[in-house]
């Protein structure tokens, strides 16, 4: 008892709280009311205000221009950022074996804002003029040796108005007593040479050095093998990208474009022509015999022509079997004079010769299988067989392919630390460029990977940034690429509406099944409802049977208990009275549930 009545005073607390909670709800909701009204207006000026402040697009964010500070140890960094070329000397020498009208290294380089700079302030060297030869360079801080450290040079490039032919490589000037800086041309002795050239369709990337032949004193160039990445869009883009050669110790070298490897090699494997010649070479005295044979299959000599061989036979015979066809027209010509055709007024028979009407189709031949003499169609000749010739055999004599005799190369010399060449203690641009406003930047020649990256983040990594926030969106990109190349709308096509077109079409070709809430009384009744009424009322008529039999049993036993006990049957008839009034509720109930309406489809 007394947890029923702990129960009863926590229900009745509960709800007492309840009621509570709904009258504070109903005065916070008509204080809202006004709240609402009043933060509405206010809402809308605010909507109103900020429509006008996004209809101009939002500024691109400001990327602010830092000049480049090597982090470490460096022999040559230029940023040209102090807006002057002090440091670096022009050539004023001539080529050899050139008319003197361009002979002269007359280009003129400045030091100037890149066209379209998101960067102020950043300034780099520019090759200003075009059709003339170009030349200055610069004194390291230190000459470079090449001894335990890696060598790494790197460099940015821009063409500005694109190139149709010309370059925009480096050369590290060797270090000779003979140098001299305002006498730099095309001969000047180089360690190495680096970086793009291009003309026509022919895109390159150089790494060129000179090997001294240990033996003669002689310098070679050996040429790194051309890289398997497509390089044409270097060239192409008007973007600034960042040049990177990295020499090790070990012979290995890389070739970056924009810190992304596209060439790989080793000094002693991946250069032609080699650094070290072969050992042996073929004597170059040395003569094939005049009896060497070389024939691997020579006619036998033994055969002999067949005396049924007709080498007179014919190719072509005529068909013997073949037949004209009817109402083929001999006396008609295949063609005829045009009867239309009229002589020209100022023909003249002296001058052009007697006039003559052109020749045209024959009308009569169109209906006929031909018109003219008809001759046999031409087959191939079964007895033909050509010229004869010996069938062919093995060589006995054969003796193989001549090749002269192996000697020891005089030349040979091995050097496996081609790595260690000569040092060089200038850089230095020598170029002839068709295409004006090439832009070079923020030199660095170190030791250190480290180093260089840093370099290269500080500075092309700026730009790349700058103009990433200047570039349009994903969407801008596509329309402005599909500007340029107008088939590119045909992949945009196929690859956004043609699988957007397929969802819809897949989602919409089902037939909709209507729910059982959609059925009315007046709809057909749909096979699998009519099954399951067909079931139901047969379970409903077995059901009343058995309440009937259960009913009429009853009433049999209350007759005769009522006949037993007269002051009951009144009780009994109204007892009676209610059962009857039950079964009619349930059975209208069981009416409405078996309607259509009012039924949930069977899940099959």
Known sequence: MELKWLLCVTLLALGTLAAQAHDMDEDNDADDVVDIEDDLDDGIEEVEESKSESSSPPPAP????????????????????????DGWILSKAKKDDTDDEIAKYDGKWEVQDMKDTKLPGDKGLVLVTRAKHHAISSKLSKPFVFDTKPLIIQYEVNFQNGIECGGAYVKLLSKTPELNLDQFHDKTPYTIMFGPDKCGEDYKLHFIFRHKNPKTGKYEEKHAK??????????????????TLVLNPDNSFEILVDQTVVNSGNLLNDMSPPVNPPREIEDPNDQKPEDWDERPKIPDPDAVKPDDWDEDAPAKIADENAVKPEGWLDDEPEYVADPDAEKPEDWDEDMDGEWEAPQIANPKCEAAPGCGT??????????????????????????????????????????????????????????WSMTSDIFF????????????????????????????????????????????RPWLWVVYILTVALPVFLVVLFCCSGKKQPSAAEYKKTDAPQ??????????????????????????????????????????????EEEEEEDDDRKHASEEEETVNRSPRNRKPRKD
């Open 62 to 85: 400001k990327v602010t221009y830092r000049p480049p500070v090597p982090t470490g140890e460096v022999y040559f960094a230029e940023s040209f950022d102090k807006g002057t070329l």
């Open 226 to 243: 051309r890289p398997d990445a497509d390089l044409k869009s270097y060239f192409t883009d008007k973007k600034t990208h960042l040049y």
């Open 374 to 431: 008809w001759q046999r169609p031409m087959i191939d000749n079964p007895n033909y067989k050509g010229k004869w010739k010996p069938p062919m055999i093995d060589n006995v004599n054969y003796q193989g392919i001549w090749k002269p005799r192996k000697i020891p190369n005089p030349d040979f010399f091995e050097d496996l630390e081609p790595f260690k060449m000569t040092p060089f203690t200038a850089v230095g641009l020598e170029l």
């Open 441 to 484: 930047d923020n030199f660095i020649i170190c030791t250190d990977r480290a180093v260089a990256d840093d370099w290269a983040n500080d500075g092309w990594g700026l730009k790349k940034a700058a103009d990433g926030a200047a570039e349009p969106g994903v969407v801008g990109q596509m329309m402005a690429a599909a500007e340029e």
């Open 527 to 572: 096979p699998d409802v009519m099954d399951d009424e067909k079931e139901e009322e047969k379970d409903k008529g077995e059901k009343e049977e058995e309440e009937e039999e259960e009913v009429n049993e009853e009433k049999l036993g209350e007759k005769q208990k009522s006949d037993a006990d007269p002051g009951s049957a009144s009780q009994e």
